[in-house]
């Protein structure tokens, strides 16, 4: 038996007593995920990115373990919900425009203390300022840098597009606008190389693909690191307090904990490891978050029907966005379907011994995005179910 038929006969004994759709988590997976992060980390603490976990079970399952240290959130919303329920030290990721969040927020000196907010501009500061609603608490502000990677004088860019501040300068402008500014406080910079740590370097089948991408990252690392170094020294002349310096992702830890100048490490995917995540040479983990279709139809020899199963995640549309079935080995998509809205015929030799009811477990193409279409996630240990927790949508929660 191979390990992931193994896998498959521990999932399907754990969950025989329950119908499909399902998801678990592998909570050996999780774990040994979790100490790799920290390996990786190589001494510097992790925050966790709640946007890739939703639970927060796990959460707090994660902080609880040597090595990791605060949450990085994804919507102000979130962030006074998770500090509301006793997480002490949340990083908002992004900026926001939710006015009557940030009134709470500065109403509240328990929420102010726990929650940091992001900033790149300073018609953000004056939206908080707007928004404070007779509220006087200090809002703890990071800075957001651009960590992409400029070519050709700027004709080529490579990276996410996300904040207007690139050098040093201009972080150390609007850190002299928090300072002077009466009720903010700075206290971090953030910097996520995505397209060096969410991006793979070992396309399968793409040889050539994966050097460029590799030598890319390898100028981008060298690039950013420098960059960041000045703009921490830039904006220290300014604020001497800084607390923390946030880089990395699941694909880049140990490159960026590396750097001198960054105190504490971003990761959320490396702990369920989705299919995106497979594709690097840096490092590997264990597929620990999985969801089982059930099969409702053998249409002919080689192919069965499952329920549902279309659940693409974000980004560009492609493939590669589509969840990937994983057990039994062997399966695929009919290219002239897909995976669909309500059913999904799959294809291949497999399916000749799968029956009426039972279970193909799949992968998501992302990590957190899953538990937005489930109210609850199965913890699995060994081939047992020792724990039902929920999503934040099981809690009610859908926050984008």
């Not at 329920?85 to 500065?106: H, I, K, M, Q, T």
């Not at 329920?307 to 695929?332: K, T």
């Not at 309500?342 to 998501?364: C, E, Y």
């Amino acid at each position: 038996m191979t390990p992931r038929a193994g896998d498959r006969a521990r999932y399907d004994r754990a969950t025989a007593h329950l119908d499909a759709p399902v998801a678990i988590v592998d909570l050996e997976a999780f774990d040994a995920n979790a100490t790799d992060l920290v390996r990786r980390a190589g001494g510097k603490p992790v925050r966790v990115a709640s946007k890739s976990v939703r639970c927060r079970a796990l959460l707090e399952r994660a902080l609880a373990r040597e090595g990791f240290a605060g949450i990085m959130s994804f919507t102000l919303d979130e962030s006074l919900w998770l500090a509301r329920a006793g997480f002490e030290d949340v990083l908002l990721a992004y900026p926001s425009a939710d006015r009557a969040r940030f009134g709470e927020l500065a109403r509240d000196p328990k929420l102010a203390a726990a929650v940091t907010v992001m900033v790149d501009d300073v018609a953000q500061l004056d939206l908080i300022d707007a928004s404070r609603a007779g509220g006087t608490e200090e809002v703890r502000v990071c800075l957001e840098l651009d960590t992409a990677l400029s070519l050709l004088g700027g004709r080529i860019r490579v990276g996410a597009r996300r904040s207007p501040l690139r050098e040093p300068s201009q972080l150390a402008e609007l850190a002299r606008s928090v300072v002077r500014r009466p009720g903010f406080r700075l206290v971090g910079i953030m910097a996520y190389e995505g397209h060096v740590a969410g991006v793979g370097d070992a396309v399968a089948g793409r040889p050539l693909r994966s050097r460029a991408i590799r030598l890319m990252q390898s100028a981008a690392r060298r690039e950013l690191a420098e960059r960041r170094a000045a703009v921490v020294r830039a904006v220290r002349a300014v604020a001497p307090d800084l607390e923390f310096v946030n880089g990395g992702g699941t694909g880049s830890v140990q490159h960026t904990a590396a750097e001198d100048a960054v105190t504490e490490i971003a990761a959320g995917s490396g702990f369920f490891v989705p299919r995106l995540f497979d594709n690097y040479t840096s490092f590997s983990g264990r597929p620990a978050a999985l969801f089982a279709q059930p099969v409702v139809r053998r249409p002919g020899m080689g192919v069965v029907t499952v329920l549902g199963g279309g659940y693409p995640a974000s980004g560009v549309a492609g493939p590669d966005r589509l969840p990937v079935p994983y057990l039994p080995e062997g399966l695929r998509y009919d290219p002239q379907e897909g995976a669909g809205e309500v059913q999904t015929p799959l294809l291949g030799s497999p399916a000749d011994d799968l029956r009426i009811g039972d279970k193909v477990w799949f992968r998501h193409a992302k990590a957190g995005e899953l538990c937005e279409r489930f109210e609850s996630l199965h913890l699995v240990e060994g081939d047992r179910i020792t724990a039902t927790v929920p999503t934040y949508r099981g809690e009610g929660r859908t926050f984008l």
